[in-house]
């Protein structure tokens, strides 16, 4: 089913209102095929991220349904569950509940770890219609039994994969195993390996398909750039393309990329020595210091936002002009979630990558992703022609497998014939699963 405009849909006037008052005329995409699906009861796997409007995607249906059908939710119960990865993005979901939801009465409440218990344990005891959480502070609550499901009417998972990136996957279906059968289930993700899909399988109920392309709309609405770039030139070129950002008319903030945490704390300490003022979020953050971070972000009183990636995941800012990968990303899907948080709800956008000499083979994986090449900018001082021509060797290699079976015959020859293992493709894919192990960010919050 297509549609055109909100008018079409048989939600209640209370939501009518409120999508006018939000100048909302068209659904999006994720919108135009979920909505009315939900409305008839369906279960949904959705394959689509932030940025796409899925939250209202799933909000405006649940809370359509506690409009037309008030109910007294009992103490420690709630009649909605959404689940989400992080704090922020339940800080988010919930913010969206609240902002669709203005003219509903409805009780909600979030529960997530990182902040004391009491308040939300006290929200609990009047029980709820829309409860927010992350896994780990719910299992706590629910073994502690603050915390009821069994009455749970409408259940959403949201951001499965990187769910299962930070370990909840216990968790999840420790919790799924408390839902009673009779519910609607919604599960949203940005992908869908054959892990999410049979996790999905365990959860829903004959699922209608919904699926938007987001990689394909966020390309095309983001001005992206690769600059080749030594590592130790990377803080001047940071600093150039912030000088180029405080001159654009609209969309003055930034977010930076980086990889660890330790390399956040740096990177925005050194940004506010050169006088761009600069924040950085990660894991290791309070969430009440992330909460701050954020909102003077938000304001543009800090207009540099230094984050890793977990910490960024559900940052909806509107006014982000300018996102900088300033450590490429090991995994390649990383960058489309990255780039995604400028460009936000049709804005355009710029997304500009550094990368050095050991950094080329994640850009190699990120192109066969996006399944386009990026287009290189050596419009400043530090451009390394040398690296940009590797990368365009690297691709040919990568087109002819007779080339490629001579780059690894010298590899081989190189590394003293150590065998096929031992090329260099094997040691990035080890240091990616590294990587991936260090990056565990932030440990999951109880
Ligand atoms: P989400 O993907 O749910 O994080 O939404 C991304 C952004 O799009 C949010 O800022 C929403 O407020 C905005 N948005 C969602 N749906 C619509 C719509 N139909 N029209 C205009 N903006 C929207």
Redesign the pocket.
Known sequence: MTMTTFDALPLAAPLHRVLKQLG?E???PI?AQAIPLLLEGRDILGCAQ???????GFALPILNALELNPKTPRSRQCRALVLAPTRELAG?VGK?FTTYGKEVRFRQTLIYGGVGAHPQISAMRGGVDVLVATPGRLLDLIDQRFIDLSAVEFFVLDEVDRMLDMGFLRDVKRIVSMLPAKRQSLFFSATLAPEIVSLAQTILHNPAHVSIQPEVTTAERINQSVCFVDRQNKRNLLEQLLQEQNRAKEGKLTIVFSRTKHGANKLAKSLCIAGFPADAIHGNKSQAAREKALDRFRKGLTPVLVATDVAARGV?V?DVGLVVNFDLPNEPESYVHRIGRTG??GADGRAVSLCAEDELEYLRDIEKVIKMPIPRWDGHEWHEEALAERHLRGKSHQKSPQANQGGQRNNQQRQGNRGPQSNNRHAHTQQRNNDRNQRRDPAPVR
């Open positions: 909302y068209t659904p999006t919108q932030t940025g796409t409007g899925k939250t209202a988010q969206s909806d509107k936000r709800a």
